[in-house]
């Protein structure tokens, strides 16, 4: 699966660069003709000291939504190319570019400027240049513009005039851009350069902080760009590994980098040089992804978290189902077993189908996280004719062997409810992420495809384990009440929380696709329980319920096929806090802004989400502290498919909502925990 995912990636990165190419080459007129969508300009700056040296500046200003690309543009993109003409006797250097920024789309990691840049160019004057000559300068440069869905290559003549001697067009401007070059650093970087990795090693004092750090290596094809950075700690040294998973990877003896310190675009460049480098150290952040840990400790948090599930509010409808299968139990040790064992292998399956579907996409280039299910329309359509099925089954509108508590039978038919009955409880349960479980099913979206599947199979085993126990273990078993009259009573009873649970999908329906959509589907769903009723009368009275079951059947296809898809949502948020929809230039003008930023993800169908906003942010407090404080909030709704969250969540470490992170201005961003306690942010905001 591994080896199929990068043979993806590498025709992906292999069409996008033969179609750059083949529009750089053959399309000159069409190019010539249009408007750029990045404007260039040459400047002529300010000599240097000795007088005989002069910058000039490409400045390049992209439109909103469009980016260039840094001198090695990443998994995709393209370079700028200068020809000059110049002055007899006059050169120009290498050119210097700002710090970029990491970009991915569709899976590719791409290294750019998404908003105004300057690539700065030294130019050496002629021996024999006097002060006050006029010397024209111009370039032919060729760049490639896109936005996360299209490229466009451009091209433009530029011209100057330098004046020897003269102060330049504009040194204000100059030192800004000069201000975004990397520093050089003065000190040799070492390097370990394996089949498997690049590490570095860089001498940085411990005193600079690094808020979200990044390494952008120069030469092409000699790491996998995409890939997890690792960053540690050992004094005032600076390890850095960067996975070499590509295709013909270079050897290069001598390896150029820019490293980023944080999103306002400070770093440095360094050169490498083979040499030791030592292991070890404290790890301190993963540039692109989060540091991941041991793969032990992750199944034990994916099984915690599954018992947990058990647990929570959310998953409390699924419990009437599992309760009545377990009640019955008792009837027989071996059913018992067989059902403890055909439930937790349902569980499990369900975890582990969900998984493969979303590594799968993933692999695809989709931006997807765990939990995606919810955020299709039609899937909480098909759950709310399910569970409005189910509640009319509890109420005894009509009979039949609902997964996991038939009245009798054969062990077969115990066995398909029990697998039934797993595979249910997974589904619904598993979009409520707990505590335990967030990191495991982060890391899940980062690891090969093999510890990954472990991972959702161990959070399968965690919600089944309860259950498995209470058929291996007579003395919990025995514990269990009888069978009898007292089901019938407790099967009416159980019917209230799965109504419960038709009404909140009802209410997600509408909160995804509006008031029409909820109609259609509300419609649709009256139509499957009145032909269901009709089966039930045949039923009561000896009648073959077939022709009722059909029409049920389908008028619930029909309607997940004739629902039309809901238009996009509204973006006005009711709160009592002065929010902002997350976005990741959003976020960058936040932290540039040097006030504190509250960044918290969340989604209509996640329950945890909408107690910690009822508990500890739709407060008054909260507000008040906020506003005191000066506190950007950027609120991010993961109800219907985001690729830009989902980016943010996987950078993160983050399978799914809730998320919760906390910007301090000069300080490393701090994750906090997806439970929230009343005070938790108004402390924040007050230190």
């Not at 004719?385 to 508590?405: D, K």
């Not at 099967?491 to 509006?514: E, F, Q």
């Not at 009275?541 to 996009?568: C, D, K, N, Q, Y």
């Amino acid at each position: 699966m591994h080896g199929s995912f990068m043979d993806t990636r590498r025709y992906r990165l292999f069409v996008a660069v033969m179609c750059h190419l083949l529009a750089l080459f053959l399309l000159p007129a069409t190019v010539s003709a249009a408007p750029n969508h990045i404007a260039a300009q040459l400047v002529a700056g300010p000599p240097a000291p000795d007088g005989d040296h002069v910058t000039l500046a490409i400045d390049m200003k992209p439109e909103k939504g469009w980016h260039g690309y840094w001198t090695n543009p990443g998994d995709a993109g393209l370079g700028m190319q200068l020809d000059w003409a110049l002055p007899s006797g006059a050169k120009v250097g290498q050119p210097q570019y700002p710090v970029p920024h990491t970009l991915i789309v569709s899976g590719l990691m791409n290294h750019v400027y998404e908003s105004d840049y300057a690539v700065l160019v030294p130019l050496t004057l002629p021996a024999n240049a006097r002060p006050g000559s006029r010397l024209p300068v111009r370039v032919k440069a060729q760049w490639l513009a896109c936005t996360d869905q299209i490229c466009v290559p451009e091209r433009a003549d530029l011209g100057t005039e330098v004046i020897v001697g003269a102060p330049g067009e504009d040194p204000a401007r100059f030192a800004e851009w000069t201000r975004r070059l990397p520093a050089p650093l003065g000190a040799p970087v070492e390097m370990a350069l394996s089949d498997q990795s690049l590490r570095l090693a860089i001498p940085l004092p411990a005193s600079v902080d690094l808020g979200e750090p990044h390494v952008f290596i120069a030469q092409d094809k000699v790491v996998d760009y995409a890939a997890p950075q690792v960053f540690a700690r050992k004094g005032d040294l600076l390890l850095v590994t960067i996975p070499r998973v590509g295709f013909d990877p270079q050897s290069p003896a001598v390896i150029e980098g820019v490293l980023k310190f944080d999103r306002a675009g400070n770093g440095i460049s360094f050169t490498a040089r083979p040499g030791t480098v030592p292991t070890g150290g404290e790890t301190i952040a993963a540039g692109g992804a989060p540091v991941l840990p041991s793969l032990p400790w992750l199944l034990l948090a994916a099984l915690a978290g599954g018992l947990l599930l058990n647990v929570m509010p959310c998953v409390f409808p699924i419990l009437s189902l599992k309760a009545l299968s377990l009640a019955r139990a008792g009837e027989s040790e071996a059913h018992a077993r067989i059902e403890g064992l055909a439930y937790a292998a349902g569980v499990i399956a369900a975890c582990l189908a969900l998984g493969g579907v979303l590594l799968v996409l993933r692999a695809a280039g989709e931006e997807v996280g765990w939990a995606f299910q919810l955020q299709e329309p039609l899937v909480v359509v098909g759950l709310l004719l399910l569970a409005s099925a189910i509640t009319a089954n509890l109420l005894g509108l009509f009979e039949f062997a609902v997964p996991g508590f038939v009245s009798g039978g054969s062990p077969r038919s115990y066995t398909q409810g029990a697998f039934a009955t797993g595979l249910l409880a997974a589904f619904v349960a598993t979009p409520c992420t707990g505590p335990f479980m967030a990191s495991a099913m982060g890391a899940a979206l980062l690891l090969p495809v093999v510890p990954a599947l472990t991972l959702f199979a161990a959070l399968g085993l965690g919600i089944a384990l309860p259950f498995i126990a209470v058929a291996f273990i007579p003395a919990l078993r025995r514990r269990l009440p009888r069978p009898g009259a007292w089901m019938r009573r407790f099967r009416l009873i159980m019917a209230v929380p799965m109504g419960l649970t038709a009404l909140a999908l009802a209410w997600l329906a509408w909160k995804i696709g509006g008031e029409w959509f909820l109609l259609g589907a509300l419609l649709f769903t009256g139509v499957v329980l009145v032909a269901l009723a009709g089966a039930g009368m045949a039923q009561r009275r000896g009648r073959s319920a077939a022709p009722a079951a059909l029409l049920a059947t389908f008028a619930a296809v029909a309607g997940l096929a004739l629902l039309p898809r809901p238009g996009p949502r509204a973006a006005h948020v009711d709160s009592i806090l002065k929010t902002a929809p997350f976005g990741e230039e959003a976020l960058s003008q936040a932290r540039a802004s040097g006030k504190p930023v509250f960044v918290y993800m969340t989604a209509d169908w996640c329950l945890t989400c909408k107690v910690n906003e009822e508990v500890a942010i739709e407060r008054e407090d909260t507000r008040a502290a906020f506003e005191k404080a000066g506190v950007v909030v950027l609120r991010g709704d993961w109800t219907r498919r985001d690729p830009d969250i989902t980016r943010y969540l996987t950078a993160q470490g983050a399978a799914g909502v809730p998320l919760y992170v906390w910007y301090a201005p000069g300080r490393t961003p701090e994750k906090l925990p997806q439970v929230l306690t009343p005070a938790l942010l108004a402390e924040k905001a007050g230190r």
